[in-house]
């Protein structure tokens, strides 16, 4: 799970001075609240020139702060993060609307795009504030088709979210984890022995092992959607939705990439010695740039084989 602060709950909202400092203590306690329980609170790098008060930038209203919690707060909005605009998933072209306000590019569209995706990310905002309910009710206005609704939990205290995190799984520490996750959940999935070597080496990123989880857990889920050798209508939902149109998860590589990279696309078949699979077809991550490649098409009378997790593929 995913813990962003709600962006748009500090926006030039607070009295005075002491009033913000309240809401800073309480959403700073929250943060180590989460960092307590493996996890860390998301914020977006332009947070820390927020409107704070009519007359006060963050950068102005935090000097009135005690030097520590000036360090901390600062440290935490423009120098370690983590922030969760380094991993969006959404596009300034999706209209998501909550409240009557359009929310996209904000913390409550990436959010409730997450969740409309199967991934578990909550909100935190700052009170007082205009999101002071929860869950909150999303919508997206889907380019035509028909609107779509979520609700998005959203933390304003840190009872609420220590429930939750007590009873959230604990969090990957590192690539052998997330390997091991895999193994032991995607149960349609036919792994090669060394599909995720390619990890191995480079710095563990949480966000982007959330990620290859979401794009793992469609290909599972895809590998069950068939009927007499047809996809079924949810496999056709999947297969539109995850497959299609500019910001899809899985893509093929184009001709040109399939003749240069021939060599680094093809792959020692999993089961059979002596055999290969060429495996154009990928998912993608985009922050760092990793690529799941596995066989392709999916079917309901063949394995599916996930022969590469790594970052993206270059000349060998």
């Known amino acids: 799970m995913e813990l962003l602060v709600n962006d748009l709950s500090i926006q030039g909202q607070f009295t005075d001075i002491e009033s913000f400092r309240e809401a800073i203590i309480r959403l700073m306690g929250m943060r180590n609240l989460c960092r307590k329980f493996g996890h860390e609170l998301y914020c977006h790098k332009n947070m820390a020139h927020a409107q704070v008060t009519n007359a006060m930038i963050m950068p102005q209203a935090i000097q009135h702060f005690p030097r520590p919690e000036q360090s901390a707060l600062m440290q935490w909005l423009t120098r ?17 609307e909550c409240n009557d306000e359009i929310v996209t590019d904000s913390a409550v569209g990436e959010a409730a795009y997450r969740c409309f995706h199967a991934g578990m990310c909550q909100l935190v905002s700052m009170i007082p504030s205009d999101w002071e309910e929860s869950p909150l009710s999303v919508w997206w206005r ?14 304003l205290d840190a009872g609420t979210i220590e429930e939750v995190l007590r009873n ?66 949810e496999g056709n939902l999947i297969y539109q939705k995850y497959f299609t149109g500019d910001k899809a998860w899985f893509s093929d590589s184009s001709d040109g990439e399939k003749r240069e990279f021939k060599r680094e696309l093809t792959f020692k078949h999993p089961d059979n010695a002596g055999e290969t699979l060429f495996c154009p077809m990928h998912g993608k991550v985009k922050t760092p740039q990793i690529r799941i490649h596995f066989s392709w098409p999916v079917t309901d009378n063949t394995e599916l084989y996930v022969v590469y997790v790594g970052y993206k593929i270059t000349k060998r």
Not at 86 to 91: L, M, P
Request: some cysteine; aromatic content about 12%.
């Open 80 to 96: 370690n993060g983590p922030y969760w605009e380094d991993y969006q998933e959404h596009g300034s072209d999706d209209y998501f």
């Open 168 to 233: 959230e799984q604990a969090p990957l520490e590192s690539w052998v984890q997330l390997e091991a996750t895999c193994r032991a959940r995607f149960i349609n999935i036919r792994f090669a022995e060394d599909a995720f070597s390619p990890l191995s080496g480079h710095p563990f990123v949480p966000g982007a092992a959330q990620r290859i989880i979401e794009r793992l857990d469609i290909l599972d889920r895809l590998k069950t959607c068939f009927h007499g050798g047809t996809r079924t209508p």
């Open 142 to 155: 889907d380019n035509g088709d028909v609107d779509k609704q979520v609700g998005v939990i959203n933390h």
